[in-house]
């Protein structure tokens, strides 16, 4: 059996979820009828452990939802070894049509995305009304986490007083 990140770094539960939080790009990748795969990096945030993605450029990944085809999708951060981290999710996308959502993710995409007088967040805003954004709940049936962080020692310079009649032993 082959020994994986997951395995040996394993990232599980509120770590998880706090690391998909804060992470910014989402890679989904779902199916199209034809069987190719549709694969895009988009924005999504996290609301009490369900991930929420706005969905209108990328309104492909809407159509195949709604034809009820499986979704992967990926969270990946770190360039080196020792900092490699993600969550790899498989499952299917519902809509969130639920008004009083709609407006709450619209809300925390903001704060995500753009800072107070940010130059593009009312085009954005503009935008997601030009192309009928919808709001898509990923539902997990499977993921798998991992964070090389966690096995891995940062360098930090030390320094320690030892008491007076500790010193350097001469070596003859």
Do not use: C
Request: hydrophobic content about 40%; overall charge negative; charged content about 25%.
């Amino acid at each position: 059996m082959a020994v994986t990140a997951s395995m040996t770094a394993p990232l599980r539960g509120e770590k998880r979820w706090a690391y998909l939080a804060r992470a910014k790009t989402i890679r989904l990748a779902s199916t199209n009828g034809d069987g190719s795969i549709y694969l895009s990096p988009l924005w999504f945030v996290v609301d009490e452990e369900r991930i929420l993605i706005p969905i209108d450029a990328a309104s492909r990944h809407g159509a195949n939802s709604d034809a009820g085809r499986p979704v992967a999708a990926l969270v990946d951060s770190g360039d080196e070894f020792t900092t490699v981290s993600g969550v790899r999710i498989m499952g299917k996308m519902v809509e969130a049509g639920d008004k009083a959502l709609f407006d709450r993710v619209q809300q925390l995409v903001m704060d995500k995305y753009f800072h107070v007088g940010h130059p593009y967040a009312e085009a954005y805003a503009e935008f997601g009304e030009f192309a009928s954004r919808r709001i898509f709940e990923l539902v997990p049936d499977k993921m798998i986490g991992w964070d090389s962080r966690e096995t891995t020692m940062p360098q930090s310079p030390e320094s320690r007083v030892l008491p007076p009649h500790v010193g350097d032993r001469l070596l003859p």
